[in-house]
């Protein structure tokens, strides 16, 4: 009696067998889980980038066909990542100094009713938080930009809008519209990016290069920092989004986050040179070239 009542419990080379099965499982499991996770976020990131390009053409419609640009007339992109009141009554005061944000313009969807601020908010993006209302304000309309420092509350990209080359709804239907954050200016890229500003490798990644004329970059240092760097979205201008594996996607596989170095630039130069962009500095070359920035994340902290 005593060995059967002995018998129908766990022995503990059992139970340690069990423990390493669970433990196996996990580690098999785990990986595929997280590989799970990053494809919704990006699926979301995907749809929320949709939702802007429907923001976009709503807002372009009532505007004779021209996308958001904020501002005053010839107002240039601010150094700072900031406009000068973004609680301020009027116009005039809100951008004084002449200079606007990229966020700015993502904020007049905001303003207009278009659109809430969690749409520009990805679930990949790090360090990125929804832009709440001050205490002080009672609707988003009341404002003009996502805070005094925008660039922690919008994850996307926007083609340069202070540009004689900005975008409109009679633009190229497959130009980059908007993307995920451009990888130059955004402090969660920094650690691998760098290799593509100096030109030269790393003991862990190696630059982007340019091998019998294809776009080549086994490690990724291209790409934006969301969606563990294997991918983008873009948003077209005919209101599309692709997850798309290179940021060579532009006209004549035109490089997005780059511009053109002059008016006629080389395949090479397209799609691998080029100049990259810093806070308030980026400048299409013509109405082809690609050039999608951001506010940088981590200027105005």
Known sequence: MGNKMAREGFT???????????????AILMPALARVRVIANRMVCGSHLASIGKGIMMYASDSRERYPVSGLTNCSWSAAARITNFM???????????????????????????LSPSIFVC????????????????????????????????????????????????SSPGSPMCADRNPYLDKNAAEYITVNMTGSGSSRWAPVKFVED???????????????????????????????????VGYNNDNIWRSWPNSKPSAYDMQVGGVYPRQGVASPMGKDDACLVNDRNDIAE
């Open 88 to 114: 301020a009554k009027e116009r005039k005061d809100a951008f004084a100094d002449g200079r606007a944000t990229i966020t700015s313009c993502f904020y007049l969807l905001v303003r207009f009713g278009e």
């Open 214 to 248: 294809e776009y080549s970059d086994p490690d990724y240092t291209g790409n934006c920092a969301a969606h563990q760097r294997k991918a983008q979205n873009v948003l077209y201008n005919d209101g599309h989004v692709e997850a798309e594996q290179y940021p060579n």
């Open 123 to 170: 679930p990949d993006d790090a360090d990125t938080k929804e832009f709440e209302l001050p205490k002080q304000v009672k609707e988003y309309r009341q404002l003009w930009d996502f805070g005094d420092n925008p660039g922690v509350c919008v994850s996307y990209s926007y083609h340069q809008p202070f540009s004689i080359y900005r975008l409109s709804a009679s």
């Open 12 to 26: 503990l080379v059992e139970l340690l067998v069990v423990i390493a099965v669970i433990a196996l499982l996990m």
